[in-house]
């Protein structure tokens, strides 16, 4: 019996000394918790401190850096907004910084010609001549000719837009005018859009270069370098549609089509149709002796074969046919 009292005795030593060590555990987790806790707080402060004292105050540096960008005038309406009084911005200075609208207007047109059999050549000079000398150039031409030689042929010519219509009509004077279409667009209103667009972006770029220099991580500069790329791509995708309309708008572009057309029959006198018939007579007579020679191989082959069929037909004849017998008399 006592050395089952000593059994339990030890037991419970040993329980108490192992709850005592569990306490002690976690009261030293607790103390190093708080103890980290409170250093992280003394660092975040400590970093907030070599900020400038910026502690206490939502405001990021991106938002202070685009308070500041804003025109005063601005800043202050939105002063007097928040505290309920009139900001004493009036309509008359909003409306006369309104850009003013420039017309832009591209124009095209297109003139269908006819002429006289070899007169292409003519038309063609002039009408580079004309364009040249009023500060225009040849931006395209294609040509085809057919059996009869007779050409047929497009000119694109790039005219300033001040000259447009004194050359227009020095050029239908070249030749028979069959139609001519003359078309307008007018792109004002994209231009100024473009125009806006571009001074946003331009005012965004300055905003973020500024920002360049207050960066103070690797990941704030990495991120403002981001939005320059997205801004200055942006940028010159506009620069590009602003300088592509500036040179439709510049100079006006008149395509030119030349077709060169056979005399009338009709109005031929009789001589001419002998002639033109002879001249037929001839033409067919050459094409016969062209196209005998192209089958003069084929006919020789089928003369020989005829010949052959020939020759064994008249043998055949003569072997089957029996001799005459003499009379008996």
Known sequence: MERGSEVMMAKKRWIGVVTAVFILLVLLAAVVLGCGEENEADLYQAMDESRGGETGSDTTMWEKGAEESLPAEIGDAQDAYAEGEPSGITPSPISSTLPQLQLMVIKTALMEMETGKGDYARIREDAVAITSAAAGYVEGES???DD??????????????DKFDEVLTEVSSLGEVVSTQVSTNDVSAEYVDLESRLRHLQAEES??????????TIQEMITIREHLDSIQLEKEQVQGRMNFLDQQVGFSTLTLSVDEVA???????FWDSVGDAFKSFGRGLKKLGVGFFYALPYLVILAVIALVIWLLVRRYRRKGTPGEQPDVG
């Open 143 to 145: 040509s085809s000719r």
């Open 148 to 161: 009869e030689g007779l050409t047929y042929a497009t000119l694109t010519l790039r005219i300033p837009a």
């Open 207 to 216: 905003f973020y270069l500024s920002l360049i220099g207050q960066a103070t």
């Open 263 to 269: 005399p009338d029959e009709d109005k031929e006198g």
